[in-house]
């Protein structure tokens, strides 16, 4: 299964990708965490890694390489495979030891980051991203979970397009529930299987009750949420560790659907 998760800047993305990569983890799941947000630089702390994985965008051979080594044909004018990601089918076995961290049954890869002023837009980051999905074929016992960037480029480039299902966080903000809505609209144009919401950094159990009856007007169906939790945001100050002890039921509850939303829709894995 590989899920996308997605929404407004600050909502909370890369807390809730946490939590669920414990919970999948914690169910027996190999997890496969994809950083694909290219101005978050603090994913790994919140998994417990000391350092980022060398992004893949370096395996590709860098920003300028990658639209070569991604052709209408994905094989070099010699009939040969170009690397590990040029083949036409990945597994998350092929990933080379510097391009992916382990800890714990969890594994996290980067796609790449913006590193320089004036060094062009993230285009070939957002290509990568895409044809890595596309090109990963799971085992029944994997799960890949994408922290995307913030609001919709990704859509642009096409990064759902490898996914089976797409989760929305959704924090209690107008522009979040205005997001969530353009999201969930981009998503079935797509024909990604799935979309969901997950409500994060909520104060109170009238506001989710608020919350989850806007986002049933576009026909959002929220799947968890998650109360507002000191432990979560100073984790994320100070670049802590986010064990599965916090929220750690709502986060099961969350993964619970997801597989329970997957089985029904099938597979593109």
Partial sequence: MKISVCGKGGSGKSAVTILLANAFRKKGYRVLVMDS????????????FDTAPVPLLDLAGGKQQVKNLFPRSSRDPSGQTTGVLGREKLRIA???????????GVHLVSVGKILHSLEGCACPMGLLGREFLNK????????VIVDTEAGLEHFGRGVETG???????????????????????????????????????????????????ELSRSNLRVIGTILYEPAIFEAGLYGR???????????????????????NAGTKS
């Fill in 37 to 48: 947000d290219e101005s978050n630089f603090s994913l790994h702390r919140g998994l417990g």
């Fill in 94 to 104: 092929d990933i080379p030891g510097d391009y992916i961290l382990s800890r714990d």
């Fill in 136 to 143: 990963l074929e799971l085992e029944t016992d994997e799960v």
């Fill in 163 to 213: 996914v089976d299902a797409v989760l929305v966080i959704v924090d209690p903000a107008y522009e979040s529930l205005r997001l969530a809505a353009r999201i969930a609209e981009m998503v079935r144009q797509m024909e990604v299987p799935e979309v969901y919401a997950v409500l994060n950094k909520v104060p109170s159990a009238d506001i989710a009750g608020e919350l989850s009856g």
């Fill in 241 to 263: 560790t986010l064990e599965l002890g916090v929220d750690g039921q709502e986060a099961d509850q969350i993964v619970e659907a997801l597989l329970a939303g997957f089985s």
